[in-house]
């Protein structure tokens, strides 16, 4: 599985970003994924994940209310719509496959973003 993040860039507070994830290689429909993100100078952090049919959606407190995710497994494609942005939002966010056994084993390569106060 690759897979490849992108949509990041810089926003001011209260504005809106959709990344997107696309995935390559074995069957995507079957794939529970998720998003992490790392802030500088800060431990890479749960934000949100997805099961494989859109189902079992989960969110970090800390973005419950303004992240959506979502999938489209015709296009092999996980999104997070992030809404009402804040600057500690301001990190880089990455995707990732879990592999059904307590373990996220293929990562994106990450894609920044930074909210401006």
């Known amino acids: 599985v690759q897979l490849q993040a992108s949509g990041g860039g810089l926003v001011q507070a209260g504005g809106s970003l959709r990344l997107s994830c696309a995935a390559s290689?074995?069957?995507?429909?079957?794939?529970?994924m998720a998003w992490f993100r790392q802030a500088p100078g800060k431990e890479r952090e749960f934000v949100s994940a997805i099961g494989w049919s859109g189902g079992s959606i989960v969110y970090a407190d800390s973005v419950k209310g303004r992240f959506t995710v979502s999938r489209d497994n015709a296009k092999n494609t996980v999104y997070l719509q992030m809404n009402s942005l804040k600057p500690e939002d301001t990190a880089v966010y990455y995707c990732a496959k879990y592999n059904g056994l307590g373990l996220y084993d293929y990562w994106g390569q990450g894609t920044l973003v930074t909210v401006s106060s």
């Open positions: 290689g074995r069957a995507f429909s079957s794939l529970h």
